[in-house]
């Protein structure tokens, strides 16, 4: 099929590119020239494993950019909106989906071919049929049934998105009628083996918002277990999880052997979730519903948890080496997650925000996401970056572990011991492999895990 795709962030060039790979002749559009040279040069403008070798093997004869809505609409059946959707005071803005509505509705009115119009940003329910709906009827003159109209949410990792996208778990198309749905299933049907769910676009928004709410709050849901894990004291939540897992309705057995669901994962401590879909969507779910009338009392609690991981990891750190003032401490990882240089919702740039207040000495380390940290943070003089750990470690009163990483999960204590001044460890991401922590001589400290001197 000839698709355009308006918006080359994460979700749009991800998507753009996987369907070129699939067959699919794609034209990508973005408002930013240099986006369009570098993506027309074959160099990916996000860091996303897999996502420049692909680009390679599509750009030129399956995979333009350009920067003239007109072109790509004009040129393809499907207009794909992937335009980012920034959160500001507590609600997401639409604003950009709109302008994208519009701009393909203008060209619409001159198009005589029948067009899908399919809105991929994340957007609140009922945007898609009242808001994206009205603009695109006013700004082509013409009615729902002249051209299609669908929901289509993305469901990828940042990390991971290329093959999520590859290899789908399923295919969620709320469609505004039955002719938009043959249509633009047709991107999917025999080129991906998955479910497609034929929905409405309301159910189809609110599925995305529910799947990225229900993970967030198993996150919160574990932190909460594992404050509580901490207060009891040599109780580690990570094994108390850990058997929880095991329950089969959570872990089926297959042929005899326990299989490990990608779930799972959300259920263990850790120092809270960011990224640029759990902390807006979740807050704007409750905005949304706020506004219909409903108060939400989980989801609410899911932030409250997540937000208060920053002062549980402050407070860790007071116990262990006292007053912060003038200390220094080894910041492991600034990702939100591995696999990413992504920084958006960071809750390590949140720690180091919060330490920088207290008169900490910030010695920081991450494999990729350092130049990003460095644009948002301001420079201050004691605020330092290393592209390797043992230059952070170097003399630390205490290292805090935010992402993660492989590179920071496979430094042996013995690193720790040897470089730092004071080898207190507090692991946010649960890494360490905590064995024999004690007899090593190390002040470890885990969340979800307070031992006991005994
Ligand atoms: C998420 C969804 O997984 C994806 O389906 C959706 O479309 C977009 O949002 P992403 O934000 O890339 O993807 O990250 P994900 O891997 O789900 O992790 C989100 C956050 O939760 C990260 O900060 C991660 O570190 C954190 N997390 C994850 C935990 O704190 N603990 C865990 O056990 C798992």
Redesign the pocket.
Known sequence: MKISIIGTGYVGLVTGVCLAKKGHNVICVDRVESIINSINSGIAPIFEKHLEDLLLEVIRDKLTATSDVGYAVENSEVSIIAVGTPFSEGNIDLKNVKEAAYDIGVILKKKKDYHVVCVKSTVIPTTTDTMILKTLEEASGKKLGEFGLVMNP????????VE?FMNPDRIIIGAMDDKSFEVFSKIYKSHFDAPIVKTNSRTAEMI?YT??AL??A??SF?NEIAAISEEIGDTDALEVLEGVHMDRRLSLIVEGKITMPGII????P?????????PK?VKSLIAFSEKLGYKPKILKSVIEVNESQIERLVLKLKDEIGEIRDKTIAILGLA??AG?DDIRE??SIKLIRRLIKEGAVLKCYDPIAIENAKKELEEQANLEFYSNYENTLLNADAALIMT?WDTIANISIDVFKKLMKNPVIIDGCRILIKNNIKEQKTKYRGIGLRMIEK
């Open positions: 993305e469901f990828l990792r940042e990390g991971n998105a999520d995305k799947s990225n993970l967030a198993l996150i574990s994962k959300y259920l263990k850790s120092r809270g979730f960011g990224g640029s879909c759990f969507d939100f997650k990413t960071s809750q993660d």
